[in-house]
DNA sequence: TAGCACTTTGCAACTGGGTTGCAAAAAAGT
DNA sequence: ACTTTTTTGCAACCCAGTTGCAAAGTGCTA
C-alpha cells in the first residue's frame, strides 16, 4: 500500500499522518495476520517501543484497528476493514496458535447470538481458541 | 468448607494436603467468583506470592481448578466440580465486569457448537463477554 | 521569516502479573 | 537420628504495557 493511500486513510478517520502512524500503518498492513506490540517493535527498528503503542492506542480510538487478547495475555492488532465504524472485534472469532504464537482471524466461522442473563450489559466480546494452526500441524 | 473435607477433595486429586494448599482451596471455595493471583494473595497475607501460583499452577494440573483471562489479560481461577476431569473451562462462558473488576461464571448460558475450519485443533476455547454486572449496574 | 504554541517522539523509568533460582524449612523415608 | 525429597519464602527477574518529561518537529501568527 503505498504512501499516499495511507495518508488519507489516516485522515479519512481523523488522523494527522505523521511518518510513524504511516509506518506502523503499513506493518499492520503487510503482516496478514495480527501483530502484537512486540512482533511490531521487531520489525520496526527505527520506532520506539513507546510511539508505536501510542499510534496503536490512536488507531484503536479511531477504529484504524480492533485488537483481540490471545491466550496469553498479549494483543493483537488488525486492520479494520475500510469503511466506517469497526465493529468486527465485537463479533468474531480468533485462533491463537500455541506453537507458532501467530493469531488468524476466522471471519468466516458463524458466531450465534449469546442471550446474557438479566443486568448483564456486554460492552465487548471476544472468543479466542487456542490451539495448534494447519501450518504446524503440517509441520510436525 | 472444613480442612478434613479439602484434605480428601485434595489427595482424591493426587495432590498431598498441605497447609498452603488447604489455606487457597479454602479461599477459592469462599470467593463465590472466580479470583486472580493478587486477589488471593491480598486476602492471604501469610502466604508468599509464589507460593499461592505455585499452588495454582498443581491445581491446574491436576484439574482442581480451572482458569480464565479477563479482558486485561489476567488469569482468573475457580474450582472445578468435584467428580472426574474437569472440562469446563473448555465450553463455558466467562463475563468480566469492567467496573468492579470481578468475573462471573455464566454456565447457564447456552454454547452453540463452533466448528474450525479444516486443519485447526483446539485445545482449549476462552469466551469472555466483557461489560457491566447487574451489581454494578445497579449501583449508578 | 522569526517567534510562539501545540503535537509528536524517544528515552528512561515504572507498573503489575506472572515466573524462577535458590536456600531454608518441613515432611517423609529408612 | 539421619538422609532424601518436597514445600516454602524471599528476592530477583521477565515481559507487555504504560507514563513523565524533555527534545524535536510542525504549524500558525504576526
Chains 1, 2 share one sequence.
Do not use: W
Not at 503482516?31 to 492506542?57: G, N, W, Y
Request: charged content about 25%.
Amino acid at each position: 500500500m503505498e504512501y499516499k493511500d495511507i495518508e488519507i486513510r489516516l485522515e479519512k478517520k481523523g488522523i494527522k499522518a505523521t511518518a510513524n502512524r504511516i509506518t506502523v500503518y503499513r506493518a499492520l498492513a503487510s503482516a496478514h495476520v495480527p501483530v502484537t506490540l512486540s512482533m511490531l517493535e521487531e520489525a520496526l527498528v527505527t520506532v520506539d517501543k513507546s510511539s508505536i503503542f501510542r499510534v496503536l492506542s490512536l488507531f484503536l480510538e479511531h477504529d484504524v484497528v480492533h485488537a483481540f487478547e490471545d491466550g496469553r495475555g498479549v494483543l493483537h492488532y488488525e486492520l479494520c476493514g475500510n469503511e466506517g465504524h469497526c465493529d468486527l472485534s465485537d463479533s468474531h472469532l480468533h485462533f491463537y496458535c500455541e506453537s507458532c504464537q501467530k493469531s488468524y482471524c476466522l471471519d468466516d466461522v458463524h458466531l450465534p447470538e449469546i442471550s446474557l442473563p438479566q443486568g448483564f450489559t456486554s460492552h465487548s466480546i471476544s472468543f479466542v481458541i487456542k490451539g495448534i494452526c494447519p501450518h504446524c500441524q503440517a509441520r510436525q
